[in-house]
């Protein structure tokens, strides 16, 4: 309990970096080793802040904060920290301040912050908590990973269908511990099905006697504990949700999903789809430099086969080079387009299809679309760089040559862009992750074949 | 006031795609002109489904539905519209019908609606709203674009600071028009100063007599009016925000931000980061073949003079070609994959600006960090292209120049991937936008350079 009368203290800046004269005072309070010092600095950050502090200090100066202010680390400060530097911090925590850190947490926290630990230190945390909130987590954890089940918070508020506002709100006075964050009260018949859920502004802004059923809100949607976290995002954006019921097979309640959650598991999506359109796995700013190297050297791998394939194309043409030299210059052009226009396709096509854009009814307009478009600009490029060439070697017909090899690639760009994706979704391969080397290399031999077969029948 | 026992009815199969069977029966509806069966099937469906089936099914049947159930398009599903959708369906509604939808939305919601109308649209609207409504849409436009001043409502609950929560349950029970959401009561001071929030839930569970002063919430942020709705969104993730009170340069409190409005923010910034990667600005599938073909021309333009300029390069090595074509059946791959290391680097990068990742505190580690991670995934594929290329040609003297140019490539994707987004993060222009085409000439140059150069002086 407190009185507040100024904002919490920050350590960012207007526009949310951290703070540079912050952090210098954080720094010069871990040089001089002066506990209070920095108690001072740290203890009214938000756990979050504490969290981003760690991540991007030195590995030598988080050390250095975790031995003089091992009690600041509370369960708040660990569900924020990056995983991979997560289990660092918890090895690195007497037994003693890690069990009062995940005490005060809420089930989905715990569940959050055990489900990637190693089996020893799940164990710790474990122990550390009280038997129901125990079963409530272990039970959690036997729901798939990345799921409603392992999203939703056990702790939540519900009343009988037949109750008033003033019945809930006595029983909300009644009860001791009360979720720490709740905003509907759920409806539940004698079998524990849902049937609506009544928004807590609704409740006060409504006389005691009046049946909760019927100020219940009338969009009403429960999400299956199996639905996975990415459907749950989805639900909550494209709904405006701030609350809802989750439930089992048998329909009955068994927990909640917030909105706060969701907004998180849709940021780290669309973080992983950006991520991954780039061939990067999941990293982060404190993983090793190994590490980052070796996950980025899978998808360079793959792209030097998929270069590999477009040279195996030019070398059908060494012959035609030889003799025309100027095609050697101009062939990465054509190429660069294609690769270009294709990344524009397929870019736009996975993201529809996160968002559940493109569906039975817009299929069809959508691939013609893709190819209407690649004409087009192909046609544009295709006037722009047959002048460029032509007035560069002097040579009209290669003008001529390299603007039909730019029809045929930013065509096959536009087609190859949304198909592949497409194709990949029904497969149930991650269209994001895989879609870049399938369409670059339809691009690049299109793109080199088309331009060095061209000029081998016209120019030759 | 509705009794619900069960989930709203849903125009989505299970992962929330269109569902097929639902879409043919609208269809159909469609065809026969059957006013009732269509208002059957789509009233029940929310406003945000009515709203993206408007978006994907043809033009032809989305006037057919707009002319049979003109009545269906309420306020709601025009919030939900594309942009680009909006007008047009506007434009079709009758005005009588146009004025009902908008009278029943919150102001932040007319807000969204009518900020990029055409005037003449925007007047029909305001000219439907309330006296106080109006002025209330009208003030909110004076804020720049972009800003919280636009995002929030002004519709809000507060109390004097010195309330209990008897005074304010009474009051709220006396109070005719609730905003439609809130989750806590703002307090204020006499001047109006924001001093701290209380969520619902304490509320309702605290006795009558408790002074709201001291179940008001520990973390407490004000929004400045004026603040970008991207630090908006990134606030409400970073400190699991629910509803935040805005205050004006006085610090009077204004309105409030409501997280599903940031969630949906938070979303947009994700989605446009994402295809402005990729050169593609914004676009809906909803748009016309000629918009999306001009949208997208433009980052292809600027793509294809960084290919001119890399062929500038190529040129200067004409003859060295001439007399080795293997150079040009290898040059691309060296440029691929010093374009494909950069598009990673430069992702990582833009993705850790946007989420605030890189401080002052980290800069040049993670710069170092990308040189390292280069040069490593540098000589690992400098000695596999090399024995290929070595393989291949049969020429051991070729494999070392393609490995030491696949190093040096490397080697400046990864500095230039972070650099490049870093400098024009700091000279204001968006990093995600801007990075790859610098980034791509980069690799091109240097990569072209290095391979060519070294053959000259290598191999001749």
């Known amino acids: 309990m407190n009185e507040v009368t100024e904002d919490t203290p920050s350590l960012r800046s207007e526009n949310y970096a951290l703070d540079a004269q912050m952090l210098e005072r954080i720094l010069d309070a871990l040089e001089d080793e002066s506990h209070e010092g920095l ?19 030195s590995p030598g100066n988080r050390r250095a904060l975790l031995a003089l202010w091992p009690a600041g680390i509370d369960g708040d400060v660990l569900s924020e920290l990056d995983e991979g530097l997560r289990e660092e911090v918890i090895e690195y925590l007497p037994p003693e301040v890690l069990a009062e850190a995940v005490r005060e947490l809420d089930s989905d926290d715990v569940v959050d912050l055990v489900e990637d630990l190693e089996p020893e230190q799940q164990g710790a945390i474990l122990g550390a908590l009280d038997e129901a909130d125990r079963v409530a987590v272990e039970q959690a954890l036997t729901y798939p990973e990345y799921t409603a089940g392992r999203l939703m918070q056990r702790e939540l508020v519900m009343a009988p269908e037949h109750w008033s506002v003033g019945e809930v709100i006595d029983h909300m006075r009644a009860t001791e511990d009360l979720p720490e964050q709740f905003y509907h009260v759920m409806l539940v018949d004698p079998r524990m099905h849902v049937v609506g859920k009544v928004a807590l502004g609704r409740i006060m802004a409504s006389p005691r006697e009046m049946p909760l059923r019927q100020i219940a809100e009338e969009d009403f949607r429960t999400i299956p504990v199996t639905q996975s976290q990415e459907d749950v995002a989805y639900a909550f954006n494209q709904y405006h949700l ?31 789809d950006i991520l991954r359109l780039a061939g990067v796995g999941e990293e982060s700013l404190s993983d090793r430099v190994l590490e980052i190297a070796r996950g980025r050297f899978g998808w360079l791998l793959v792209n030097l086969v998929t270069a590999i394939i477009a040279s195996l194309v030019i070398a059908q043409f060494e012959a035609t080079i030889a003799q025309i030299v100027a095609l050697a210059v101009l062939m990465p052009i054509v190429a660069s387009m294609g690769g270009n226009a294709g990344t524009q396709s397929l870019t736009v096509a996975v993201r529809a299809l996160a968002t559940r854009d ?3 009814s817009n299929l069809w307009r959508v691939v013609r679309r893709e190819a209407v478009v690649g004409l087009i600009n192909g046609v544009g490029f295709a006037v722009i760089m047959g002048v460029v060439a032509m007035l560069w070697f002097g040579e009209p017909m290669l003008g001529l040559v390299i603007g039909l090899a730019m029809v045929c690639t930013m065509v096959a760009a536009g087609v190859g862009g949304i198909v592949v994706p ?24 299109v793109g080199f074949f088309a331009f060095l077969g061209l000029a081998a029948v016209i120019l030759l």
């Not at 108690?39 to 200090?57: M, N, S």
């Not at 927990?255 to 669309?270: K, R, Y």
């Not at 194709?423 to 994001?432: S, W, Y």
């Open 39 to 57: 108690a001072e600095l740290l203890e009214p950050l938000h756990a979050a802040d504490i969290a981003d502090l760690l991540e991007q200090i």
């Open 242 to 272: 701030i609350s809802a019921p989750v439930v089992n097979e048998a329909g009955r309640l068994v927990g909640v999903i917030t909105i706060d959650d969701a907004m998180a598991v849709l940021s780290e999506e669309a973080e992983e």
């Open 358 to 360: 493109i569906s039975a």
């Open 422 to 445: 497409l194709l990949l979704e029904r497969a149930r391969v991650d269209p994001a992750l895989a879609s870049g080397p399938f369409v670059t290399t339809i691009t690049d031999v």
